[in-house]
């Protein structure tokens, strides 16, 4: 029997490859019962888009549980499973009513959270509705979307707060919902890369956002409070610019703007994202969260991209989904690709037996390592890091942000990495200690 290499040393070697590919169940496999699945079922994830529930039952499914979601006639999202506890009839032909939503075989009637209302075509004397619930999940709505938490119902969280949050005084929170069909974890670890930028959304596909990205970095990665972050630092001409994204535990990206490295800002979080990657089943995923759109810029004091191009009469849409969708045509996609087909063309579970990692590749390995320890924290009955510890706690904090400042190079090429280095350090240390903070411009009037 052939044993094949999982690292080729010489030319034309394709036979001699390993094919052997096994998934990392730990982190990859994400169905009820498993590990990664039960790490993930402990903290609230959105569901579904509220625009999406309306007087029809929506059926999806999430972390492999068939549902159905609705909207009852008092405004209220619930969340039930999908198969009617009676016979097993698919509620999402059933009948969304003033409270619950009533099953189309035989009529049974279940409120929000499962309990069964009326069954029409038992007995008065039955007493099976007292008996017998049908599954469901607790919801909360925020912002244009619903969340459900999934996991054991006497170890539900609070639903978290994040300084971000209140960023919804000054922007607008705009909600969206991209399917991916692959494994959520190469989907998630994209944004702790901030090399791909240079490469695919810049020197490859042409420039995407704006030239700056065409530099390559200087890349740290570190760990806060409630996951991590890293800080790159570009040389664009004479200016610094720094950018930072948090990975906020155990399946939140906080994505910075986009900005172009030719105007001064500081600390500056206008125009961001935020987004869950939240596992379908192990080979599908939905990337669901906001795009935020200021509704005041330019704002004075500042010299960023958005100020510049918002005085000189641009529509300052957010443009962070560029690319993280398959509406091109597939020949549009080969010649410009995007994150999209960047991480669905690693097969629909990629198997981390074939990769090859570098230096560039440690906050992918860090985030590896910090959802693996709360997978574990979890399977050893311990509450995992970055739950929210309980209603009107004070705020996480997050660190996304752009920040530009003009420092002309330093005389080498290795002086001036060691000068992007220190200034990305300098900055993220003044801000992670609250001496640089974010004032937003007030709402006219």
Not at 34 to 47: A, D, H, I, N, S
Not at 371 to 378: A, C, K, P, W
Not at 382 to 405: H, I, M, S, Y
Request: aromatic share 10%.
């Amino acid at each position: 029997m052939t044993t094949g290499e999982r690292t080729l040393k010489r030319p034309f070697s394709a036979y001699h490859r390993d094919r052997a590919m096994p998934v990392d169940p730990e982190l990859q496999e994400t169905g009820w019962g498993t590990p990664c699945g039960e790490y993930l079922r402990r903290f609230w994830q959105p569901v579904a888009l509220s625009e999406n529930l309306g007087d029809r039952p929506l059926a999806l499914r999430i972390m492999g549980d068939d549902l159905v979601a609705f909207r009852d006639g008092s405004g209220q999202a619930a969340l039930l499973e999908k198969h009617c506890c009676h016979r097993g009839t698919s509620l999402e032909f059933g009948k969304v009513e003033e409270r619950g939503i009533r099953c189309c075989y035989h009529g049974w009637l279940f409120d929000r959270d499962g309990a069964i209302l009326e069954t029409p075509g038992e007995p008065p004397e039955s007493r099976i509705k007292d008996k017998t619930y049908q599954g469901a999940y607790p919801t909360h709505e925020f912002a244009g979307i619903v969340f459900a938490y999934m996991g054991p119902p006497e170890e539900k969280p609070a639903f978290p707060e994040y300084d971000l949050w209140a960023r919804r005084a000054i922007a607008d929170f705009q909600p969206y919902k991209i399917h991916n069909p692959c494994n959520w974890l190469q989907v998630r670890e994209n944004e702790m890369d901030p090399v791909h930028i240079t490469f695919l959304h810049t020197r490859h596909s042409g420039v995407q956002f704006t030239p700056c990205y065409g530099a390559v970095p200087t890349i740290e990665w570190r760990e806060t409070l409630v996951g991590m972050m890293y800080v790159s630092v570009r040389r664009w001409g004479d200016y610094l610019y720094l950018r930072s994204n948090d990975m906020i535990l155990p399946n939140i990206a906080r994505v910075a703007g986009i900005e172009d490295a030719e105007g001064e800002t500081e600390f500056d979080r206008r125009s961001g994202a935020t987004n869950w990657v939240v596992p379908i089943d192990d080979g599908n995923c939905w990337t669901l969260g906001w795009d935020e759109v200021d509704r005041h810029i330019p704002e004075d004091g500042r010299d960023g991209y958005l100020d510049r191009m918002a005085r000189g009469g641009a529509d300052m849409l957010n443009p962070n989904s560029a690319g993280q969708t398959a509406e091109p045509t597939y020949e549009m996609r080969q010649a410009k690709p995007g994150d999209w087909d960047a991480w669905t063309s690693q097969g629909t579970v990629t198997s981390h037996n074939r990769e090859h990692l570098g230096m560039t590749d440690r906050g992918v390995t860090m985030y590896r390592r910090l959802v693996r320890d709360g997978v574990r924290t979890v399977a050893a009955g311990e509450a995992p890091r970055g739950l929210a510890d309980a209603a009107g706690a004070a705020p996480l904090q997050t660190f996304a942000n752009n920040t530009v400042k003009r420092i002309p190079p330093a005389p080498t090429e290795a002086e001036d990495r060691l000068l992007r280095l220190e200034f990305g350090r300098e900055i993220t240390d003044r801000i992670m200690r609250g001496e640089i903070r974010y004032i937003p411009a007030q709402a006219a009037g």
